[in-house]
């Protein structure tokens, strides 16, 4: 019996549509002929350069007061009692206003804000300057030679303690605290570490900045565990449920910001259409086969949170999505290939799937940073652009097959078997 190698014939099924800007093609490689090789060493081997992050209100100006304290919310931060001190009164060297760690009548000494954009797995650096506050008469001796205690920790980092300057050395500028996010868009805490004595006594925050930088993209997730949505409001953590039913209660409630670093295409997994044809004759079969298959969207918002606004194509959240991302929902292919197959081997068709994946923040548009809703999402769809792949391929037949193509072809019983003569001819009776 006659093998042949097994072999692969490639059709590429190119799919018309133009790929958004936000989703760079994974596929393209760079062409190392056009850069000299010194300078692809240094750029396989130098960091990524860290990027700003947004922090509201790092000066702590807003809302604007010109009184020379201040007990306003601040806007951008968690706290429960405010009070700020403008630069003329605050002792920073740039007249920077301040902010008190110490709340009036309650225990909760803390500062919070999440730092928008920040994605888990980022290095963050937070830039500060901290000074000695408060009224020397209501503070601890050890406090005005020694400092006031109090803490930093971004959600995913260890709590680091610190102590301002003591009362006559002014302020600590620049200060600096490093940690790796573990969440999207981490909770900074400041909170002073004194809880007796006046309030009036404690550690001025000033000039909050932060850098980061962004953790690689991970194409190891597969489409059908994508990584659950993430919602807030402000600073607290919110349902995604509850996120989303905010945004779609109107065409305008949120708008769409793809991340385009996280944005790509690439290759699913092979999978067989239709059936396997074994040819157990002893010729070479040639025929035409039909090939039909089809792709969809999904979403971790309904694949984790049981939420299917993005499914619906009426649902405004999905129009807000569109709005802001061409996209490709669904795709079906019907195709004919025609297949030959030698004697004793097997032909089967595959289809391996162009996709492409986007994540990104549905953001709210409220104009008040501490009631804007952000839901966080992630979607794995059919790529506008990059053409699927289908391969004909044959191939020996297994043992099975083997063993099938020698079963005896199914018969009635003859009656005279090769032992037992013909009667006579009843032809007739």
């Not at 000494?109 to 650096?125: D, F, N, P, Y």
């Not at 000033?206 to 990584?227: E, F, Q, W, Y």
Request: with cysteine.
């Amino acid at each position: 019996m006659k093998h042949r190698t097994p072999g692969i014939l490639l059709t590429a099924l190119t799919v018309l549509g133009t790929l958004s800007a936000a989703v760079p093609d994974s596929t393209a490689l760079p062409n190392p002929a056009a850069t000299p090789p010194g300078a692809r060493a240094a750029a396989a081997t130098s960091a990524p350069a860290p990027a700003q992050v947004a922090v509201i209100n790092g000066d702590f100006s807003d809302p604007a007061f010109t009184a020379d304290t201040d007990t306003s919310q601040i806007k951008g931060w968690t706290v429960r009692y405010p009070y700020r001190y403008r630069g003329n009164v605050s002792g920073h060297p740039d007249k920077a206003p301040a902010i008190l760690l110490r709340n009036r009548t309650t225990d909760d000494h803390t500062v919070s804000q999440r730092l928008r954009g920040v994605r888990a797995g980022a290095e963050v650096t937070v830039t500060f300057d901290d000074g000695f506050g408060g009224t020397a008469s209501n503070c601890p001796s050890g406090q005005l030679t020694q400092g006031q205690p109090f803490t930093v920790q971004g959600e995913g980092g260890a709590r680091q303690e610190l102590r301002t300057e003591p009362q006559d050395r002014g302020w600590h500028l620049d200060r600096t605290y490093t940690f790796r996010a573990s969440v999207h868009e981490p909770l900074l805490t400041f909170a002073s570490t004194r809880s007796t004595g006046s309030w009036n006594c404690g550690p001025l925050i000033a000039r909050v900045r932060a850098t980061h930088v962004p953790p690689p993209v991970d194409k190891s997730v597969l489409k059908d565990r994508l990584p659950g949505p993430v919602a807030y409001k402000g600073n607290e953590a919110a349902s995604p449920k509850t996120a989303a039913d905010h945004c779609a209660t109107g065409a305008q409630a949120c708008v769409f910001q793809p991340e385009e670093q996280y944005s790509y295409r690439y290759y699913d997994t092979a999978r067989t259409v239709g059936e396997t044809y074994i040819n157990c004759t002893r010729d070479t079969v040639r025929q035409d086969r039909p090939v039909a298959y089809g792709d969809q969207t999904l979403d971790s918002l309904s694949q984790s949170a049981g939420v299917d606004r993005l499914t619906n194509p009426q649902d405004n959240l999905r129009q807000q999505f569109t709005r802001g991302t061409a996209w490709r929902w669904t795709s079906t292919s019907e195709r004919k290939i025609t297949e030959t197959i030698e004697p004793g081997e097997a032909s089967w068709i595959e289809a391996q799937a162009a996709r492409q994946r986007t994540e990104g923040w549905f953001v709210s548009t409220e104009n008040d940073p501490d009631q804007q809703y952000r839901l966080h999402v992630t979607l794995d769809g059919p790529s506008l652009s990059l053409p699927d792949r289908i391969y004909q391929r044959t191939g020996p037949m297994t043992a099975a097959e083997k063993q099938r193509c020698r079963a005896d072809r199914p018969s009635d019983t003859t009656p005279n078997g090769s032992d037992a003569p013909a009667d006579s001819n009843e032809r007739g009776q």
